[in-house]
């Protein structure tokens, strides 16, 4: 007999969390009754490092007891494996999937949905998603949420055009961040190892001003030790032919301006803010590369603070603080903190993962318009090919039994 699964698509200004502990707990709403009836589990990277907190917190091994190792000594990949099989042994009547792709490159989307499929026979859907794509291809009632009733309704299929937002122009910087040379990242034969494990192998790779990157590889390949040695987050950086604006690594540049001439989003920033930062200030912080807001912004600053609120359309939550926002709003306001000061290099890692189809329009034709109107050069990396977002060069890691090689892919006008 055939589930009859289901798929949820919620915006970004739905209180998710919410959302999944009312179904569980056996107050659905709507369309959802059924499930009241019912034994469910979460399967959620969130739920994930609950369990990795507990086991640290206890010094124990709860999920994979067969093995006796923690999850949080698993990989990424594989720590998703061994708690989807914890899942299916609690032996439920439906899983809640919640934002099940992010972080996955092609190869592991592409697996797990072939494991979710081969036991939906046998066990209940829900699938929680913020992007249409996402939806798992085997379910067909599809429904969507827009709000904090929590009310259910069919999925219309919409496309989202947002230029309105922009008038083809964004607020201007207040100060130019300049540097005056072509070459802002030159990697000559560099070569990472964490104790006796190779990272990346003789890289070269050199990023010029105005360029526009994308930087991919399956989970796991070094892009985001790539990305440290940039920033300068990685001590690994000295004794290698690395080159920042010119200058060498190690050779007594300060790391703060370094970061005055970078705007760097990753979703692990969430994590660094107290919960008393308000939106308005998160955003303020960054003029001052501080995770906090220690110096007092000048009007003019509060004042454009303000004009990108409006167009991200989060001027009501000014002074919410920044923990309470949802996810993907939290997202749209750290990738406004890393290009309030609009510096000469942008890091964008994973600028898109948590948004729903309306924002993800949005920060792409954002993207799309620094790359139009301002001298900016922007490093993105994201796992998706996203048909709106054409870098004009592509680097590319591939594993290797010696640590990724990179490539340079150059992309077709």
């Known amino acids: 007999m055939t589930k009859d699964h289901i798929a949820i698509l919620i915006k970004n200004n739905v209180d998710k969390k919410t959302l999944i502990t009312t179904i569980l707990s056996k107050n659905a709403p709507d369309r959802l009754e059924r499930f009241n009836k019912l034994k469910g589990f979460l399967f959620s990277d969130i739920a994930i490092e609950k369990y990795i907190e507990e086991e640290y917190r206890y010094d124990i091994v709860k999920i994979a007891t067969t093995s006796n190792k923690k999850l949080s000594n698993f990989s990424t990949g594989e720590r998703r494996k061994v708690f989807l099989k914890y899942c299916l042994n609690q032996q439920p009547d439906f899983i809640i999937f919640d934002s099940i792709f992010d972080h996955l490159d092609t190869d592991s989307r592409l697996e797990l949905s072939q494991n979710i499929k081969s036991f939906s026979k046998n066990i209940q859907i829900i699938q929680i998603a913020n992007r249409t794509t996402d939806i798992l291809n085997f379910i067909e009632h599809k429904y969507e949420i827009k709000d904090n009733t929590f009310h259910v309704q069919k999925l219309q299929n919409k496309q989202y055009y947002l230029y309105s937002h922009f008038k083809n122009k964004i607020p201007n910087a207040l100060k130019k961040i300049d540097f005056e040379g072509d070459t802002l990242v030159k990697f000559n034969n560099v070569?990472?190892?964490?104790?006796?494990?190779?990272?990346?192998?003789?890289?070269?790779?050199?990023?010029?001003?105005?360029?526009?990157?994308?930087?991919?590889?399956?989970?796991?390949?070094?892009?985001?030790?790539?990305?440290?040695?940039?920033?300068?987050?990685?001590?690994?950086?000295?004794?290698?032919?690395?080159?920042?604006?010119?200058?060498?690594?190690?050779?007594?540049?300060?790391?703060?301006?370094?970061?005055?001439?970078?705007?760097?989003?990753?979703?692990?920033?969430?994590?660094?803010?107290?919960?008393?930062?308000?939106?308005?200030?998160?955003?303020?912080?960054?003029?001052?590369?501080?995770?906090?807001?220690?110096?007092?912004?000048?009007?003019?600053?509060?004042?454009?603070?303000?004009?990108?609120?409006?167009?991200?359309?989060?001027?009501?939550?000014?002074?919410?603080?920044?923990?309470?926002?949802?996810?993907?709003?939290?997202?749209?306001?750290?990738?406004?903190?890393?290009?309030?000061?609009?510096?000469?290099?942008?890091?964008?890692?994973?600028?898109?993962?948590?948004?729903?189809?309306?924002?993800?329009?949005?920060?792409?034709?954002?993207?799309?318009?620094?790359?139009?109107?301002?001298?900016?050069?922007?490093?993105?990396?994201?796992?998706?090919?996203?048909?709106?977002?054409?870098?004009?060069?592509?680097?590319?890691?591939?594993?290797?039994?010696?640590?990724?090689?990179?490539?340079?892919?150059?992309?077709k006008d």
């Not at 680097?395 to 340079?408: A, D, I, Q």
């Open 191 to 411: 070569c990472v190892n964490y104790n006796t494990t190779p990272i990346v192998k003789n890289i070269n790779w050199t990023v010029n001003k105005g360029e526009f990157w994308q930087l991919i590889g399956p989970n796991g390949s070094g892009k985001s030790t790539l990305l440290s040695l940039i920033t300068g987050e990685n001590p690994k950086a000295y004794g290698q032919d690395i080159y920042i604006f010119g200058q060498k690594k190690g050779s007594g540049e300060s790391i703060w301006d370094l970061k005055k001439r970078i705007g760097f989003f990753s979703t692990t920033l969430t994590e660094l803010f107290s919960r008393n930062q308000t939106l308005e200030h998160l955003i303020l912080s960054g003029y001052f590369d501080s995770i906090g807001l220690y110096k007092k912004p000048q009007k003019i600053q509060f004042y454009v603070v303000e004009q990108w609120l409006k167009i991200i359309n989060l001027s009501a939550y000014k002074n919410t603080p920044f923990l309470k926002l949802s996810i993907g709003q939290q997202r749209l306001a750290l990738i406004i903190r890393a290009l309030i000061k609009q510096p000469p290099l942008l890091i964008l890692d994973e600028p898109l993962e948590g948004l729903d189809d309306e924002n993800t329009t949005l920060v792409t034709q954002l993207i799309n318009l620094l790359i139009l109107k301002t001298e900016i050069t922007v490093l993105y990396v994201s796992h998706r090919a996203e048909p709106r977002l054409v870098p004009t060069t592509v680097f590319e890691l591939t594993p290797s039994k010696n640590g990724s090689l990179g490539s340079v892919i150059k992309n």
